[in-house]
């Protein structure tokens, strides 16, 4: 399965690693290595896209949006045939109605 980055997904991370540079006093290496990180563990779906669970807050858009876990962060994606696209990478330490928009 091919595993597709949406736009939303990487202004999320980016939005959340400068947050996290600025704020939490994160080291940019330590970014970069949690970037890495974070695209290893999406990319690993393209060889198990199901064993996500679903994800609960977005329900309601009926699009079967599932969620995997790495570190404090939510990989959120849906599958559409034979593509994953990655939806959201939301740092989970933030209240949850903020994934629902």
Do not use: W
Not at 38 to 66: I, M, T, V, W
């Amino acid at each position: 399965m091919n595993v597709i980055y949406t736009d939303q997904c990487i202004d999320s991370l980016e939005e959340s690693l400068n947050f996290l540079i600025k704020e939490q006093e994160l080291t940019l290496e330590k970014a970069a290595l949690l970037k890495d990180k974070l695209f290893d563990r999406a990319d690993s779906l393209a060889l198990n896209p199901n064993k996500g669970q679903r994800e609960k807050y977005l329900h309601h858009l009926q699009e079967d949006h599932r969620r995997i876990i790495e570190g404090h962060f939510k990989i959120i994606y849906k599958i559409e045939r034979k593509t994953i696209y990655i939806t959201d990478f939301f740092d989970s330490r933030q209240s949850p109605e903020k994934m629902m928009g």
